[in-house]
């Protein structure tokens, strides 16, 4: 009876003396590399963010915008190329969708939000932001679903916390007089997608 109890002894004694051991083992187990890359592997696919300042091309003139800006003063940059991008100073009509790679929801979504880019026919803006993501996943993610939409980078969620919003996806809309409409609801199709723009920016979108 003594023998056959003598090895559990034994072990415990062991963790008893050695708690330590234990505890360092748990906190390399997922320790990030001591000197990681200062340039992303993984090329960009979005555009660059140069033109998100002018009206849209073929958008209709706006009287008043800089009398009603409706967007936070949050200044963010663009995921390609670093080009700081004043949220504020965007011009409408705009639509901006916040996601991220993990979030299932945007994975849904932000294909239908780059198909109305490549119908807006310059009548507006579409962009994105690249919220609370790794740039590495953000780009692999972006190039697997062919997602070229201007991209800004926000990896505190500044733009997020500054409309009071926890939760991904959210779209904020923006008219061509500067005024926002906050959208904190996954789009499900192109179809709701094009009314919500009709509805809050004036803007007729192809579904």
């Given at each position: 009876?003594?023998?056959?109890?003598?090895?559990?002894?034994?072990?415990?004694?062991?963790?008893?003396?050695?708690?330590?051991?234990?505890?360092?083992?748990?906190?390399?187990?997922?320790?990030?590399?001591?000197?990681?890359?200062?340039?992303?592997?993984?090329?960009?696919?979005?555009?660059?963010?140069?033109?998100?300042?002018?009206?849209?091309?073929?958008?209709?003139?706006?009287?008043?915008?800089?009398?009603?800006?409706?967007?936070?003063?949050?200044?963010?940059?663009?995921?390609t190329g670093g080009q700081a991008i004043r949220?504020?100073?965007?011009?409408?009509?705009?639509?901006?969708?916040?996601?991220?790679?993990?979030?299932?929801?945007?994975?849904?979504?932000?294909?239908?939000?780059?198909?109305?880019?490549?119908?807006?026919?310059?009548?507006?803006?579409?962009?994105?932001?690249?919220?609370?993501?790794?740039?590495?996943?953000?780009?692999?993610?972006?190039?697997?679903?062919?997602?070229?939409?201007?991209?800004?980078?926000?990896?505190?969620?500044?733009?997020?916390?500054?409309?009071?919003?926890?939760?991904?996806?959210?779209?904020?809309?923006v008219d061509a007089a500067?005024?926002?409409?906050?959208?904190?609801?996954?789009?499900?199709?192109?179809?709701?997608?094009?009314?919500?723009?009709?509805?809050?920016?004036?803007?007729?979108?192809?579904?």
């Open positions: 009876m003594v023998a056959a109890h003598r090895p559990r002894r034994s072990a415990l004694a062991l963790i008893a003396l050695f708690p330590a051991l234990a505890l360092l083992a748990a906190c390399t187990e997922d320790a990030e590399p001591a000197e990681p890359s200062s340039a992303p592997a993984e090329p960009s696919p979005f555009a660059n963010c140069a033109a998100l300042t002018a009206p849209p091309p073929s958008a209709a003139p706006a009287s008043d915008f800089s009398a009603t800006p409706g967007l936070p003063p949050v200044t963010l940059p663009c995921f949220l504020a100073g965007v011009r409408g009509p705009a639509v901006i969708n916040m996601w991220a790679s993990w979030c299932g929801p945007c994975r849904e979504e932000l294909p239908i939000m780059q198909r109305l880019a490549d119908r807006s026919d310059g009548r507006l803006h579409v962009l994105g932001v690249d919220t609370g993501d790794g740039r590495d996943a953000a780009a692999s993610f972006g190039s697997a679903k062919q997602v070229t939409m201007p991209t800004l980078y926000d990896p505190e969620r500044r733009l997020l916390a500054s409309i009071g919003r926890i939760n991904l996806p959210v779209t904020i809309f500067g005024r926002d409409y906050v959208h904190a609801l996954p789009v499900k199709s192109a179809r709701e997608l094009s009314e919500l723009v009709r509805r809050h920016t004036g803007v007729t979108a192809t579904p």
